[in-house]
């Protein structure tokens, strides 16, 4: 059993209640999922369970966690810098796990994961793996390690379809506890069981949080429902007291008008009107009393707002985006061919996603075909790495990082923009590096916007933001007017974003019939 008693979460920089008296209990076969968006403190609270003093440097935590037996295992969500320069087989071996097991569980482990059992013994640098490699390398450990709790931030980053698939069975059939966050709506619907739900209300000032045990689909149908039930409940009421409110004021001048125009020469009149002049009065306090008891219109946390490409964005049909060869892609070293023969062309506002193993070498295709269109002068490209820190300087403010020419007008417009993305005012002038992953992506994709640019290329576009995001996000890219070139293995974004997908193999690009999307 994993239990949390009374946890509150205060960030020591702006002072603001994360999580406020937060209590769990977790038996053994709950797979549970935090959800919230950005910034609402999901991974520091996975971290706070592992080890407190991942968080203590930026946030000031007060409760108790109490894990009895269990053993924990903890997937990062990043990668850390104290493991990327090691090798592979540094990584595995710096536990004991990995001489524990007999080349026969190594071998079937690493076969679960499409790898050669020579992976574990490899002298490949962590930092050189692919994304998707890196998150298979940890989860490897961890399974080695054979713990009894899993927290896992992100773990879908990056995964390939089959792999997404394989941890999904993994989750499922874990025996003991699981917490985890996922930006991918797909496998939250199948694996979890307990809802963990963290919001940020009024301007980030008031923390709420919600643990309900049903399934994911469930909890948002249900809460939905209770939500529009409350709210058309709160709207009746108000409609009531409207009418209400009119008929009393036009009682209340009625006897008020009498009682001035009321002659001195007819007392009994008079008191007559201060009598129910009485009773009107008595009958507005009891009016004030059931208003202060009428249904409160529900609060929830508002959906990000944004806008991506206008006018300026639109791509004619019939305008070449692309037209690439490429005879051999290789590793950024060059000592491994990935592919070969690959070609590539795409016309006018057409959604490319890019599918493929993990290690296929796609982000090494996309880094090479977004140089070649940032430097096209017919073109208004715009890149976001699957790496951020790429792009970002992360020393920097977003504000600063968004405009640095210091003019107070669009710094005000970019400020705006911020805020309808959901970052408070501190935040905005927060160095890039303490923002969540998600919060990094919405910098860029707000650079995007204010671009103007009608071609994107995104390399795992959806992967950092949280599944109550990830439909705005979806709906923007499928609305933008101008051309996309993406990688993705989110199946929510291949089925609601991109018109065309093609698999990255060793002989090119081919089409991902499965998909059904060829055109």
């Known amino acids: 059993m994993l239990q949390i008693k009374s946890l509150t979460i205060e960030h020591r920089r702006d002072l603001r209640v994360i999580l406020e008296n937060f209590n769990l209990v977790l038996n053994t076969g709950d797979k549970a999922v935090i959800i919230g968006e950005e910034g609402n403190g999901k991974s520091t609270l996975l971290k706070w369970i592992f080890d407190p003093a991942l968080v203590a440097d930026y946030a000031e935590c007060r409760g108790e966690r109490i894990l009895g037996a269990e053993r924990l295992a903890y997937l990062p969500q990043e990668l850390p810098d104290a493991l990327k320069e090691k090798s592979v087989y540094e990584f595995f071996s710096a536990t004991d796990a990995l001489f524990d097991c007999s080349p026969k569980e190594l071998s079937e482990l690493a076969a679960r994961f499409r790898l050669s059992p020579e992976f574990f013994y490899g002298e490949q640098c962590m930092d050189t793996l692919s994304g998707g490699e890196k998150v298979k390398a940890q989860l490897l450990r961890i399974f080695l390690e054979r713990p009894t709790v899993l927290l896992l931030d992100e773990p879908s980053n990056d995964l390939d379809l089959a792999t997404l698939e394989l941890l999904e069975s993994s989750i499922n059939e874990w025996e003991g506890i699981v917490l985890f966050t996922s930006h991918d709506e797909t496998l939250i619907e199948q694996t979890a069981t307990v809802v963990i739900h963290l919001e940020q209300l009024k301007r980030k000032s008031e923390s709420r949080h919600a643990v309900v045990r049903d399934s994911y689909l469930r909890y948002r149908q249900q809460r939905a429902e209770l939500l529009a039930r409350k709210t058309q409940q709160a709207e009746n009421e108000r409609k009531e007291k409207r009418l209400r409110d009119e008929k009393y004021a036009r009682l209340y001048n009625s006897v008020e008008r009498a009682l001035s125009s009321v002659s001195r020469q007819a007392p009994g009149e008079g008191k007559n009107l201060k009598d129910k002049m009485h009773v009107v009065k008595a009958m507005g306090k009891r009016f004030e009393k059931e208003d202060a008891e009428m249904t409160e219109r529900p609060e929830q946390e508002e959906a990000i707002f944004f806008r991506l490409g206008g006018e300026a964005a639109v791509m004619p049909q019939g305008k070449t985006v692309i037209d690439y060869a490429l005879p051999e892609l290789t590793t950024p070293d060059g000592e491994r061919l990935l592919a070969r023969d690959i070609r590539l062309k795409l016309r006018g506002p057409e959604k490319l996603c890019i599918i493929g193993e993990n290690g296929a070498g796609k982000t090494s295709l996309l880094r090479r075909i977004a140089a070649d269109l940032l430097a096209r002068a017919d073109l208004r490209a ?118 065309r997908v093609l698999r990255l193999t060793e002989t090119g690009l081919v089409p991902a019939p499965e998909f059904g999307k060829q055109n």
């Open 382 to 499: 715009q890149y976001m790495p699957q790496n951020y820190e790429d792009l970002l300087e992360l020393k920097r403010t977003p504000v600063d990082f968004l405009d640095s020419s210091g003019d107070k007008a669009l710094r005000t417009k970019i400020r705006t923009y911020l805020g309808a993305l959901k970052f408070t005012v501190e935040e905005m002038d927060h160095p890039m590096r303490e923002l969540s992953g998600g919060q990094k992506a919405k910098v860029l994709l707000l650079k995007m916007s204010l671009s103007d640019a009608n071609v994107l290329i995104l390399d795992e576009p959806t992967r950092n933001f949280s599944p109550l995001s990830g439909p705005v996000i979806r709906s923007l890219l499928a609305a933008f007017p101008g051309a996309v070139i993406s990688i993705s293995h989110d199946r929510k974004y291949i089925d609601e974003v991109c018109t």
